[in-house]
């Protein structure tokens, strides 16, 4: 989905273990990419816009993410919207939920102390290797080598959107056009894929996010950047010593 996947394992297990447990997660992301690319022609996801693919006939895995991005489209009234290009396009959920499978995967498996990392959609569990809880930087949505945020813990999913690398590429669905007000925003939960979609939808609803971000319950916290350089976020946020 034109993006870079990093994984970081620091459970103490033995090496072939390790590299057998990356393998498992690339494989799937590569899995994942086949299916839902939107810039492959032979993708499940375009094959099912154009109609070549039924519903009846489409895989387990997409009929779980068109039901969660109708789902989303209700919990974020109609502001996370897989259509809103004019074809389907479930990637503001997609990137999320397939790194929360790997994760959940990866505990399942005995190595409950890792990163995923989906470009910028970050689940963390557990230690990291230096044996304290994870860090994760938030990117300044200015200056690509510096953080305007950084948060700790051990259970988190952290989702970003933002409008730094690739333009105002968020529509928002009732204008049909880019969103704006809002340079980047950042969702805190417990499952990435909720947490990204949550991302983009604020992002699509432009300065009136703040506060739909606000009302979210009480497993999610947020961190948002506006266009004019105010940064906003959570009292609960978990924000780093």
């Known amino acids: 989905m034109g993006t870079a996947i990093t994984l970081d394992l620091a459970d103490d297990l033995p090496p072939a273990t390790l590299r057998e447990l990356a393998d498992q997660v690339f494989a799937w992301m590569r899995e994942v990419d086949t299916r839902f690319s939107t810039y492959k022609p032979d993708s499940e996801v375009c094959r ?7 519903l009846s006939e489409a895989s387990a895995d997409l009929r779980f993410v068109l039901e969660a991005c109708a789902d989303l489209w209700g919990a974020t009234d ?12 479930p990637s503001g959920f997609v990137k999320g939920w397939a790194a929360q ?5 990866l505990l399942a498996a005995g190595a409950g102390n890792h990163c995923v990392n989906a ?10 290797p230096s044996g304290e809880p994870w860090r994760i930087g938030i990117r300044h949505p200015w200056d690509a080598m510096s953080t305007c945020l950084v948060l700790t813990g051990t ?17 928002d669905p009732r204008r049909g056009a880019p969103a704006s007000g809002l340079r980047s925003v950042t969702v805190v939960g417990t499952d990435l894929g909720v947490a990204d979609a949550y991302a983009t939808a604020a992002l699509a609803m432009g300065t009136t996010g703040l506060g739909w971000l ?7 916290t947020h961190a948002v950047v506006t266009d004019d350089g105010r940064q906003y976020y959570s009292a609960a946020i978990p924000l780093t010593d």
């Open 214 to 220: 606000d009302r979210l319950d009480d497993d999610h």
């Open 155 to 171: 259970d988190l999913a952290v989702a970003t959107s933002g409008v730094y690398e690739r333009g105002r590429h968020v529509l």
């Open 119 to 128: 470009g910028g959609d970050v689940r963390v569990r557990g230690l990291s």
């Open 48 to 54: 099912f816009d154009r109609g070549e693919v039924l």
């Open 78 to 89: 109609g502001f996370f919207d897989a259509y809103a290009t004019g074809r389907l396009d």
């Open 101 to 105: 499978v790997a994760s959940d995967r």
